[in-house]
């Protein structure tokens, strides 16, 4: 069943399947498949220092902690993360409480930043004896079409290497090489762009809030997310076109202090220092189908979804846990249906958080004074009106079971 892989060095290590790329995808999928006794190995561009620094999300659904717990990799998340249940909605200076896990049978998120998941997840390969190579430059994808396809890459030690394998997980990312490898007519691209865009601020100060805050302003949207006890993430809408040159620290703590001001409250944003700030794509992308021949392609290489809903990593998550049932049915009993329904099963969770995340995006972007800007204020007053509503957002929000 299995042709073992050989190098142009001649060094050996079995491996079934290939992951290119070690972000949440790859590296949820290959200690998955480590845990089925399925042999991979992860290659990736960046150092191992480089990726687990990245800050990037962190908030995780229910669904995808308890996926984590049920194979031993969630330990760490479980001890520093913290759990989230409650969210808030500030529309015209007054706050909206939305206490969402009680509508959700106590189902919550859990705040952990996603460097420190990738972190977790490489510590667990590594200790499990996975094979993973950082600064592999120049990956090249071959035969995805046939039987045998492999891959090539320049090592860190320089040298060209390729290996032999059975199936390719393409993770890495929207920007990455497999999801082009695909001949042109392989798959259908679906992309959408709601005309706006965030300037994402990462600032070491402890959060003002316990919980996420969603502020709508007429001079645009704020959010104040959560990451760690020590840093925290800001959002503000801005021009599509804008820079970062435009938004000098102090007009970004200027524009977060009135955008999230509550007249009469004592409530105070504290200001820190910024570590990094850049303006968000805030753009849909869905690849259908998410597989073609050998290579199935997993997370952003796959969908790109705003950060609206705070959806990406999670379906990032969803993605590797499908994959690695599939392969082990595959591995185990040559069962093939796993793999023939991977792309249908993962699109029905995409296009699901892709509605809900363009039905938040909506919302919480109506803060003008046009028609739409009146029945996207309703939206979300109805999550305070209707319960009906309030238990869809829910049900939404911390991810579908
Ligand atoms: N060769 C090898 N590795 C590559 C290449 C390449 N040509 N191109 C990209 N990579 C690596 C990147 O360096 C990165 O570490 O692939 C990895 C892709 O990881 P992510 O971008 O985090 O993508 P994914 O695992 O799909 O997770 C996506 O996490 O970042 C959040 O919200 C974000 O939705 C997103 C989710």
Redesign the pocket.
């Known amino acids: 069943m299995l042709t073992r892989y050989h190098s142009v060095h001649a060094d050996t290590v079995p491996a079934e399947v290939v992951v290119?790329?070690?972000?949440?995808?790859?590296?949820?999928l290959a200690n998955l498949l480590r845990r089925n006794g399925i042999g991979c190995v992860v290659?990736?561009?960046?150092s191992r220092r480089?990726?687990e620094n990245?800050a990037?999300?962190g908030l995780l659904e229910y669904r995808a902690v308890e996926m984590l717990r049920s194979h031993g990799l969630a330990d760490r998340l479980l001890e520093l993360g913290a759990p989230h249940g409650v969210c808030e909605f500030r529309i015209g200076g007054k706050r909206f409480i939305l206490p969402y896990s009680d509508l959700y049978e106590g189902r919550t998120h859990y705040v952990y930043p996603?460097q420190e998941l990738?972190k977790d997840l490489i510590e667990a390969f590594v200790d499990s004896g996975g094979d993973i190579r950082f600064e592999?430059?120049?990956?090249a994808l071959h035969g995805i079409s046939g039987s045998a396809p492999s891959v090539t890459?320049v090592g860190s030690d320089g040298e060209q290497h390729r290996v032999r394998c059975e199936f390719i997980a393409g993770?890495?990312?929207?920007?990455?090489?497999?999801r082009p490898s695909i001949p042109a007519g392989g798959v259908r691209e679906f992309s959408h762009q709601p005309g706006i865009a965030w300037l994402g601020v990462l600032a070491e100060v402890p959060p003002s809030t316990e919980h996420v805050i969603y502020a709508l302003h007429p001079k645009g949207f704020a959010g104040h997310m959560l990451r760690s006890p020590t840093v925290s993430r800001f959002f503000l809408q801005c021009p599509v076109d804008d820079s970062t040159a435009a938004w000098p620290d102090d007009r970004i703590w200027a524009e977060l202090h009135e955008r999230f001001a509550v007249p009469g409250s004592d409530w105070k944003l504290s200001e820190g220092r910024i570590i990094e700030k850049g303006v968000v794509d805030m753009r849909g992308h869905v690849t259908e189908p998410m597989a073609y021949g050998r290579l199935f392609l997993?997370?952003?290489?796959?969908h790109?979804?705003t950060?609206v809903g705070?959806?990406?990593?999670n379906?990032?998550l969803h993605?590797a846990e499908v994959l690695a049932t599939a392969l082990a049915g595959y591995y185990r009993g040559g069962d093939e249906s796993g793999l023939t329904e991977y792309s249908e099963t993962c699109l029905r969770r995409v296009w699901r958080c892709q509605e809900f995340s363009q039905w938040m995006t909506t919302a919480i972007h109506g803060t003008g004074d046009r028609f739409e800007d009146r029945t996207a204020r309703t939206r979300l007053e109805n999550l305070f009106r209707s319960p009906a509503s309030a238990a869809w957002f829910a049900e939404n929000y911390v991810g579908l079971m």
Do not use: H, N
């Open positions: 290119v790329g070690a972000g949440p995808a790859g590296l949820t290659l990736e561009r960046q480089y990726v990245r990037r999300a996603q990738v592999a430059k120049d990956v890459w993770c890495d990312g929207f920007r990455g090489v497999s997993l997370g952003d290489a796959a790109v979804i950060p705070a959806k990406g990593m379906l990032a993605d």
